[in-house]
């Protein structure tokens, strides 16, 4: 079982990447433990700056030094750096288009038993929404590895969202088929019988993949996209997926409103009318506990996934 969270991958992409490119700069917000970080600054103390609990500070530091040529990457709970500092996410980063990457930690419901104040159910609408951003969600390490690379080869904003425990593994070193903004068909149906579509992205991936198994075996032909890039949105992979399916599931840590749910929604009902379902968070304050407890009390479970489509198809 993989140990390594995506946000230790990060991690370890930078370190790497930091050994020939001075420009790279880590900025986090009294967060390094939580984010991993540690070991950059430890390593790399001349491209580190702790901002301390200031989350707005920390978006228009990291804004004031990309304009002078930094690759900046600031740490922070998504919980804080999608609402705290979202003005500056909007004015001083987004705006302008600078190269500033907002990296939200332990993303969703990762803080489960500190409550509402520590979950973002809300960032991805929120990030979305803005102008310029894009927004990721990487399912596991492997994944997380290859899109920080892409990201350091361009200058645009981006928010990622990772969360804070590891994630069974999807892909593996020497096979992880990737391509930026491009959703990764993770397995096609096997065209016999009634058809359904699952897109996911993030954590809810792996739970995707077994919901898939089963419903595979139940003779209902499934095929599953992992949606990292929910934006850009990668509307032409799901619109050549959902040819000929009754059925399209959307499934995502997140609220029901303004995610991949509602992108999902969007496309299909624009290009190939069929019914479509969202499996998400509820719109309430998400019960306290741990992730699993949680995931499990929402159906954002295997089983869960597989019964929202035997229901519905």
């Known amino acids: 079982m993989n140990k390594i969270p995506n946000r230790q991958a990060i991690c370890e992409v930078l370190m790497e990447k930091a050994k020939n490119d001075k420009d790279i700069i880590v900025l986090c917000s009294d967060s390094r ?4 970080m540690t070991p950059f600054f430890k390593a790399y103390p001349e491209q580190s700056v702790e901002v301390g609990i200031a989350e707005q500070n920390l978006v228009s530091i990291a804004a004031g030094m990309a304009h002078v040529g930094k690759k900046a990457y600031c740490f922070s709970p998504a919980c804080f750096i999608s609402t705290r500092s979202y003005e500056q996410a909007k004015v001083d980063v987004a705006y302008s288009n600078t190269n500033v990457k907002l990296i939200g930690i332990s993303g969703g419901i ?3 038993e500190l409550g509402m ?4 159910a809300q960032d991805i609408a929120a990030m979305t929404a803005i102008p310029n951003m894009r927004v990721y969600l990487p399912s596991d390490r492997f994944q997380t590895a290859k899109l920080i690379e892409a990201l350091l080869k361009d200058e645009k904003p981006a928010y990622v969202r ?3 425990n590891p994630v069974e593994d999807i892909y593996s070193e020497g096979d992880t088929p990737f391509e930026m903004d491009k959703a990764t068909v993770l397995k096609f149906g096997d065209g016999k019988g009634k058809k359904v579509v699952i897109t996911a992205c993030g954590e809810m991936v792996r739970p995707s993949i077994e919901a898939a198994k089963k419903l595979e075996q139940e003779g209902i032909s499934t095929t599953l996209l992992d949606m990292y890039c929910v934006k850009p949105f990668d509307s032409e992979a ?5 040819d000929d399916a009754q059925l399209v599931v959307s499934v995502e840590e997140h609220a029901p409103f303004g995610g991949l749910g509602a992108n999902v929604a969007s496309v299909i009902s624009a290009n190939r009318p069929c019914r479509v379902i969202q499996r998400a968070l509820p719109d309430d304050h998400v019960i306290t506990g741990k992730s699993k407890a949680v995931f499990d009390h929402y159906g954002l479970n295997a089983e869960g996934i597989a019964d929202t489509v035997r229901v519905n198809l």
């Open 110 to 112: 990762s803080y489960g």
């Open 238 to 242: 799901l619109i050549k997926a959902a």
């Open 162 to 164: 990772v969360g804070r």
């Open 33 to 36: 433990g939580s984010a991993s």
């Open 117 to 120: 104040s520590h979950h973002s």
